[in-house]
């Protein structure tokens, strides 16, 4: 299958902009590459190759063009999809003991040869408009237990996270850009129940920690690591540049392009 023949493809319900994975998705890089990260390592997925993007973790990633294009194949495995599909075929659960948001997949014929099969699909973005998608969801997944059955461990366990260590949680993952509301679900707590257990451990709100946190980690990487501002406001979780030089400023006293100029003098 010649990498060329998908632009975008994307089979299954709405993706979530968050860097919060509220479903499990399938994803194969057709052209350029994608580099990933979880609170504990760094991925990178080159052309031909693919991955499963796990629920209830925070993950993101970032594309780099090859020639100046990009192509890639996503596909959604929700839960109703998932339950049904269990109900249906009655698969085992074996345990999964990983906890890294990305399982990076081998190379395998039988993948190619499903993707080569998207004939419907090929160059679009958006929605399959094809009459019964959930047939391709069917197919990829059971290709996808025939080669690793261990991943029944993954995309059948429909529990919701236990309740955690909050102050290890949230040190390790800080610096992701997801709402109160996740890092409460996340440690296995209600939103009430996570803001009054935060205040004990860190004599603080969520959102002044946060904010605090990140931009302590942003100094450090601009002064210590000469990182770019433009890349530093995402890699420590703001949504925008504005935001980030305003709070940085305002905590600091100095905004982050002069903070930049003193060090390269």
């Known amino acids: 299958m010649k990498t060329r023949d998908i632009r975008s493809c994307y089979i299954g319900p709405e ?16 052209q350029g590459s994608i580099f990933g990260y979880d609170r504990d390592k760094q991925y990178v997925l080159k052309a031909g190759e693919s991955c499963i993007i796990r629920k209830n973790h925070l993950a993101r990633y970032r594309k780099q063009r090859e020639k100046d294009e990009f192509a890639k ?11 049904e599909f269990c109900e249906k075929h009655r698969p085992g659960t074996p345990a999964f003991t990983s906890t890294n948001a990305f399982i990076q997949l081998k190379r395998s014929p039988l993948i190619l040869d499903f993707l080569h099969s998207l004939g419907p699909w090929r160059n679009i973005v ?8 959930d047939r391709k969801r069917e197919e990829l997944l059971t290709i996808l237990l025939r080669s690793r059955p261990e991943l029944a461990g993954v995309f059948f ?3 919701a996270p236990q309740k955690i260590d909050l102050e290890a949680f949230m040190n390790q993952n800080y610096k992701f850009n997801v709402s109160i509301e996740r890092f409460a679900f996340l440690t296995g707590r209600s939103r ?10 860190f004599n603080d709100t969520p ?16 002064e210590k690591k000469k990182t770019r501002t433009s890349d530093v406001y995402q890699e420590v979780g703001f949504e925008d540049l504005s935001h980030f030089s305003f709070a940085f400023k305002k905590r600091y006293g100095y905004s982050p392009v002069e903070l930049q100029r003193q060090k390269n003098r």
Not at 192 to 201: H, I, L, N, P, T
């Open 15 to 30: 993706i979530s902009p968050e860097q919060f994975m509220s479903q499990h998705y399938f994803l194969y890089v057709a």
């Open 73 to 83: 194949v996503i596909i959604a495995f929700d839960e109703t999809f998932l339950r």
């Open 126 to 133: 958006g929605k399959s408009d094809d009459t019964n998608p």
């Open 157 to 159: 366990d429909f529990g």
């Open 192 to 201: 009430s129940a996570f803001k009054r257990d935060f205040k004990q451990v």
């Open 207 to 222: 959102s002044h920690w946060l904010i605090q946190r990140r931009l302590e980690e942003a100094h450090f990487l601009l």
